[in-house]
């Protein structure tokens, strides 16, 4: 880029060309339009799964026979549709949610691979399938070109920035890649997975909570990014999910098999996770407010 002098000569920029100047780290439009996409479907979801788990065969795209199935499903909805808001209305940095985009991706396709190896159990006649189907036949394309884009935007990490210790990194990459491993088993063998777990399973609702589970890979975002910054709203999410899955698990508590030993380590799992993400978001709403306080008046 040339600009020109007070005497009418041209100089050149030498930053203008450097493409590190457009990378503010900001959230495209384009991402913002397919948040505002996709939320409205994943709160309708939530709302038909959690609220009358016991009328898929009438309002869903498959009859779901599990009520835990149901609202597991209904909570990852709700819990995605938090996410995707907040990308539209309130985060301004690319580095809050391209892990969560990732995760969404992986999710989205592993749907609907599910689909199409369980086409005979859907209800085709109904809106809902065709709805779904054009949903997960779409989205992964959508969420993929939607993070390949906004990520030639992503901003360096600066020196002040908060960084995740050694330990707490650590601890999220472990809990994120035990997540995946056991999405991942449950879609590619449901028939042995299905004699393992806690509450009753199809082959397809087998893949689909395998799918579920495989949106903890946003944790493995750590890997590449230390930056608090990266892992604040997935612990909003996950604190959002967790909580409407301990409802879902009362609520739905005749159907587990009690004599199952996975019944009571994930039991204990969700629950030591879910009071350990109460207690840091706790923790870290007691430290902004110390913050914002006003100082002591003189006396």
Known sequence: ??????????????????????????????????SAFIAPFLLVAFALLYGFPSDTARLWAWPIQSHMTSMLLASAYLGGCYFFVRVLLVERRWAAVRAGLVSVALF????GVATVLHWDKFAHDKV???LW???????????????????????????????????????????AALSVLTGAAMFVAPAQA???????????????V?????????????LAD????????????QLVMFALILVAVARARHEFFIDRPLTWVMG????????????????????????VAPPPQAG
């Open 128 to 130: 809902a399938f065709w």
């Open 268 to 291: 204990v799992g969700f629950l030591g996770l879910f009071a350990l993400s109460v207690g840091s978001a706790v923790r870290d709403w007691g430290r902004r407010n110390d913050l």
């Open 210 to 222: 395998g799918a579920t589970f495989c949106l903890g890979a946003a944790g493995l975002g750590v």
């Open 1 to 34: 880029m040339t600009r020109l002098g007070l005497d009418g000569s041209g100089t050149t920029d030498p930053g203008a060309n450097d493409p590190s100047n457009d990378r503010d780290d900001r959230v495209l439009a384009g991402t913002r339009a397919l």
């Open 194 to 208: 299905i004699t393992l777990w806690p509450w009753p399973l199809t082959p397809l609702t087998c893949r689909v």
């Open 133 to 175: 189907a054009g949903l997960y036949f779409t989205a992964p394309f959508l969420v993929i070109a939607a993070w390949v884009l906004n990520q030639r935007y992503a901003g360096r990490p600066s020196a002040d920035q908060p960084r995740l210790g050694r330990g707490p990194r650590r601890f999220v990459a472990d809990v």
């Open 226 to 237: 230390d930056r608090w910054e990266s892992v604040r709203l997935m612990r909003q999410v």
């Open 108 to 111: 989205a396709t592993l749907l």
